[in-house]
């Protein structure tokens, strides 16, 4: 029925709800499918970014405001960002009005299979990383949705023998009706939007929802060394592969003693050494063998694999070296946006660590962080809105070198680099998302780096 009415979409009424980029794209791709499109936002036209690109392509604008009267249009679409308790979101439901996500528009019109990849940590690198390996084998493939690059944006383009390769997000799988991924990854799981979701249970059900719709020929790659993602596997219809840094595996992709082994089909092949990666630290290990595992399953050969994972440098904002400057050196981890991600992030370090952290609150409990913080950790500068709640954290446990910058980002970087000397490093990894004080992480990011090379 869905789909039914995606492909005879011209003429009809659609209200698409958010105007960020991915609001954006999904109006823009409606409309030139002869939709009568309707891109409506809370904020108003100077809050938002790139207007006049959606209004030239024939969309009216609801900004300030939802539309009151939703029972004329055929189809809504929301925006990720979006939370769906929300009354437009009520009012469609009562109208009957479909509400999809901009995945779901982009699965209905893409020709080619999805490989996708989701969890609470490394999804970006994890997908960078397998579309870097498809570049690396002369497979061509699309790579997008919450990496930063809509989905629509290029899927119509690509043939059928291409991959969509796309990171998706909780809050895009939260609308998924359809969608159907032939490979997809569930890396782990750990607290995180839980200000959204509310219980780990719904977080991990919502997760899921990657492997709808799966079948015996598709494939379902689980994390064996997380125990919630592994206990999800019966309830799975595709086959299911795993991966692992720390079990020997009967089929998937593992460590055995210092190097990567793809065990599938009664056959074990050596893949690569582990010291042989680019990129470092137990997180990365798991990204490259989650990595590797998909793009095996999808006919990439394993020397391939290897000499990919050999030259693959990493992701912006994910451990990024930023320089070194008077013998200390600045790391930008501002996709550090939970608690988890920055243990990854502090487990890597390798000299006395002066720390950034705080930001927009999602609920997170900072005590995890406490044992590496006391070994790692020489001096922390909190900002943001969670900066009083990791500053009790911090007390509790009797550290007390931190000092607050309120929500001054350039006093922020001016007191960690005073704190820092010769053989030092400055992490930015927050453990927060950055929604209080920028418009994302990269934002966020970019401002550290441009005040390091300014002020260090």
């Given at each position: 029925?869905?789909?039914?009415?995606?492909?005879?979409?011209?003429?009809?009424?659609?209200?698409?709800?958010?105007?960020?980029?991915?609001?954006?794209?999904a109006a823009v791709f409606l409309a030139a499918k002869g939709a009568k499109v309707v891109l409506a936002d809370n904020k108003?036209?100077?809050?938002?970014?790139?207007?006049?690109?959606?209004?030239?392509?024939?969309?009216?604008?609801?900004?300030?405001?939802?539309?009151?009267?939703?029972?004329?249009?055929?189809?809504?679409?929301?925006?990720?960002?979006?939370?769906?308790?929300?009354?437009?979101?009520?009012?469609?439901?009562?109208?009957?009005?479909?509400?999809?996500?901009?995945l779901e528009l982009a699965y209905h019109y893409s020709r080619s299979p999805f490989l996708a990849i989701t969890g609470t940590?490394?999804?970006?690198?994890?997908?960078?990383?397998?579309?870097?390996?498809?570049?690396?084998?002369?497979?061509?493939?699309?790579?997008?949705?919450?990496?930063?690059?809509?989905?629509?944006?290029?899927?119509?383009?690509?043939?059928?023998?291409?991959?969509?390769?796309?990171?998706?997000?909780?809050?895009?799988?939260?609308?998924?009706?359809?969608?159907?991924?032939?490979?997809?990854?569930?890396?782990?799981?750990?607290?995180?939007?839980?200000?959204?979701?509310?219980?780990?249970?719904?977080?991990?059900?919502?997760?899921?929802?990657?492997?709808?719709?799966?079948?015996?020929?598709?494939?379902?790659?689980?994390?064996?060394?997380?125990?919630?993602?592994?206990?999800?596997?019966?309830?799975?219809?595709?086959?299911?592969?795993?991966?692992?840094?720390?079990?020997?595996?009967e089929c998937g992709m593992f460590l055995k003693g210092d190097k990567i082994v793809w065990r599938f089909g009664g056959i074990?092949?050596?893949?690569?050494?582990?010291?042989?990666?680019?990129?470092?630290?137990?997180?990365?290990?798991?990204?490259?063998?989650?990595?590797?595992?998909?793009?095996?399953?999808?006919?990439?050969?394993?020397?391939?694999?290897?000499?990919?994972?050999?030259?693959?440098?990493?992701?912006?904002?994910?451990?990024?070296?930023?320089?070194?400057?008077?013998?200390?050196?600045?790391?930008?981890?501002?996709?550090?946006?939970?608690?988890?991600?920055?243990?990854?992030?502090?487990?890597?370090?390798?000299?006395?660590?002066?720390?950034?952290?705080?930001?927009?609150?999602?609920?997170?409990?900072?005590?995890?962080?406490?044992?590496?913080?006391?070994?790692?950790?020489?001096?922390?500068?909190?900002?943001?809105?969670?900066?009083?709640?990791?500053?009790?954290?911090?007390?509790?446990?009797?550290?007390?070198?931190?000092?607050?910058?309120?929500?001054?980002?350039?006093?922020?970087?001016?007191?960690?680099?005073?704190?820092?000397?010769?053989?030092?490093?400055?992490?930015?990894?927050?453990?927060?998302?950055?929604?209080?004080?920028?418009?994302?992480?990269?934002?966020?990011?970019?401002?550290?780096?441009?005040?390091?090379?300014?002020?260090?």
């Amino acid at each position: 029925m869905l789909n039914e009415l995606l492909h005879n979409i011209s003429g009809k009424n659609v209200l698409v709800i958010g105007a960020g980029l991915s609001g954006r794209e999904a109006a823009v791709f409606l409309a030139a499918k002869g939709a009568k499109v309707v891109l409506a936002d809370n904020k108003q036209a100077s809050e938002l970014e790139g207007l006049p690109v959606v209004e030239n392509a024939g969309v009216d604008l609801c900004l300030g405001q939802m539309p009151e009267d939703v029972s004329g249009f055929a189809l809504a679409v929301i925006s990720p960002g979006v939370p769906l308790a929300i009354p437009v979101v009520a009012a469609l439901d009562t109208a009957r009005v479909p509400l999809i996500g901009e995945l779901e528009l982009a699965y209905h019109y893409s020709r080619s299979p999805f490989l996708a990849i989701t969890g609470t940590n490394g999804k970006t690198t994890t997908t960078t990383l397998l579309g870097y390996i498809l570049q690396q084998a002369g497979r061509p493939c699309y790579v997008g949705g919450n990496i930063g690059a809509a989905l629509v944006d290029g899927v119509e383009q690509l043939a059928s023998d291409a991959a969509v390769v796309a990171e998706l997000s909780s809050f895009q799988l939260e609308t998924a009706v359809d969608f159907h991924a032939h490979i997809a990854a569930f890396l782990n799981l750990t607290p995180d939007h839980l200000y959204r979701h509310e219980t780990m249970e719904n977080y991990g059900n919502i997760k899921t929802k990657i492997f709808a719709h799966q079948d015996k020929d598709d494939f379902a790659v689980l994390n064996y060394d997380d125990a919630m993602v592994r206990s999800y596997a019966p309830r799975l219809s595709g086959t299911v592969v795993y991966f692992s840094r720390k079990s020997e595996l009967e089929c998937g992709m593992f460590l055995k003693g210092d190097k990567i082994v793809w065990r599938f089909g009664g056959i074990e092949q050596e893949v690569i050494a582990a010291a042989d990666i680019l990129i470092k630290g137990p997180h990365n290990l798991e990204n490259a063998l989650a990595a590797s595992a998909m793009a095996a399953l999808y006919g990439v050969e394993l020397s391939v694999i290897a000499e990919a994972l050999k030259s693959f440098p990493g992701v912006e904002h994910r451990q990024e070296p930023v320089g070194e400057f008077n013998g200390v050196i600045y790391i930008n981890d501002s996709k550090g946006t939970n608690p988890d991600s920055t243990l990854y992030a502090l487990a890597a370090c390798e000299r006395p660590t002066v720390l950034i952290l705080g930001g927009f609150s999602k609920g997170s409990d900072f005590h995890d962080l406490l044992p590496l913080i006391k070994e790692k950790v020489k001096h922390i500068v909190l900002l943001g809105e969670t900066a009083d709640v990791i500053a009790a954290t911090l007390d509790e446990a009797g550290f007390t070198a931190y000092e607050h910058a309120g929500y001054d980002f350039t006093k922020c970087v001016k007191l960690a680099i005073a704190a820092a000397e010769p053989g030092d490093e400055v992490l930015l990894s927050p453990a927060c998302a950055s929604w209080d004080m920028f418009k994302c992480f990269e934002e966020r990011g970019e401002e550290f780096k441009r005040l390091v090379k300014e002020l260090a």
